[in-house]
């Protein structure tokens, strides 16, 4: 064989080779992708408390099929089941239908979501992240438990005058990274903000049930009349260093032993006791980060 025919049967194996294991390869490839994806989805369902609103309070309830009651001035409202069931829950939707209803508070036939699903936080969600999520809910084994009907009276149990609500109080769009922050203080405040939603309970709220946004953080009455605390630096516990605030906020237990109210060891159970070391750390540099408010007078 001379060497030129030698090389142009080289090539044509290659090319054989290269043929036959290429689009294994990239199915392999796009496999692991997806792996990834959902399990960044798990990862972020955790931080945003996705399971506990989604999951009855009760022994053996089915994850994420629905049925648990959020009490609030209102009336009490029941996180549906997300399941992929095609009937029950949300198998017949698409990736783009729940991308609306976390960025805009909309099902996918238009009509609005109360904000007792707290989209007016999710909605700082990146695109990548809302993905990461859908792909993990698509992952869950479908559930045939109908959701509840709310129980909330008229007039809050219109759709319709969401709208109006949304005009004074929903800002749609992703999170913007603040320029002048450390990469901490921004990861921080997107897990605070947009995942943890912890504003849901800890900035006080005025009669139309809208955030008080000049109070942000500082705590107030909560959505079930109890008193919540100001997680700004004028309050938060300025006797706990950042080891006793960890502590705290991955076991639920204060330094000298006692354990918080519900709300709270809830939070900690399915959200923050679950972060990563890092987001845990990026969490409380936000909090240390923001503007001091004094508490409200009574
Ligand atoms: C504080 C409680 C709460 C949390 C946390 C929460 N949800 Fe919900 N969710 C609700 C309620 C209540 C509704 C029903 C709203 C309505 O009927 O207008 C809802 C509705 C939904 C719907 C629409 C279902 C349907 O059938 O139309 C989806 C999808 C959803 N939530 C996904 C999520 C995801 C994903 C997360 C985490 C990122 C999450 N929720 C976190 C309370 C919550
Ligand atoms: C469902 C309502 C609710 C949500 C959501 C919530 N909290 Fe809380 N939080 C409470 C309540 C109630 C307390 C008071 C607990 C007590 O005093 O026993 C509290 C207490 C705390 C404390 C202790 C403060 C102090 O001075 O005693 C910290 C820190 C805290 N929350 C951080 C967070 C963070 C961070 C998030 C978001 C990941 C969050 N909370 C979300 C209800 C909530």
Redesign the pocket.
């Known amino acids: 064989m001379t060497s030129s025919l030698q090389a142009a049967m080289g090539m044509v194996v290659f090319a054989i080779l290269t043929l036959a294991t290429t689009p294994a390869f990239a199915q392999g490839a796009a496999q692991s992708g997806a792996q990834a994806s959902i399990k960044r989805g798990e990862y972020?369902?955790k931080a945003?408390?996705?399971l506990?609103?989604?999951t009855e309070e009760k022994k053996g309830a089915v994850a994420y099929a629905g049925g648990r009651g959020?009490k609030t001035p209102f009336g009490t409202?029941?996180?549906?089941?997300?399941t992929p069931h095609p009937q029950t829950?949300?198998g017949q939707?698409t990736e783009a239908d729940?991308l609306k209803?976390?960025r805009h508070g909309k099902?996918p036939d238009g009509a609005?979501?109360?904000p007792?699903?707290?989209y007016p936080s999710?909605t700082g969600m990146t695109d990548a992240d809302m993905r990461d999520?859908w792909a993990y809910?698509r992952t869950l084994p479908a559930n045939a438990q109908p959701?509840r009907k709310?129980d909330v009276g008229f007039p809050y149990n219109i759709?319709f005058a969401v709208t109006f609500w949304k005009w004074l109080f929903f800002t749609p769009g992703p999170f913007t990274p603040d320029p002048k922050a450390t990469p901490a203080v921004n990861r921080g405040a997107y897990l605070t903000t947009a995942?943890g939603?912890c504003g849901?309970c800890h900035t006080p709220r005025n009669f139309m049930g809208g955030p008080k946004r000049d109070r942000f953080l500082a705590g107030g009455k909560g959505p079930e009349g109890k008193n919540i605390p100001n997680l700004t630096p004028a309050r938060l516990k300025k006797q706990w260093g950042d080891k006793e605030l960890s502590d705290f906020l991955s076991t639920g237990l204060t330094p000298d032993g006692d354990v918080p109210a519900e709300a709270m060891g809830e939070v900690i159970r399915n959200t923050t006791g679950l972060l990563t070391p890092a987001d845990l750390a990026a969490m409380i540099a936000y909090l240390r980060a923001l503007p001091e408010i004094a508490d409200e007078k009574k």
């Open positions: 972020l369902s945003a408390g996705c506990g609103c989604h959020l409202f029941y996180g549906p089941n997300i829950g949300i939707w729940f209803a976390l099902r609005n979501y109360f007792a699903f707290p999710f999520l809910l959701s709310h759709r995942l939603h849901e």
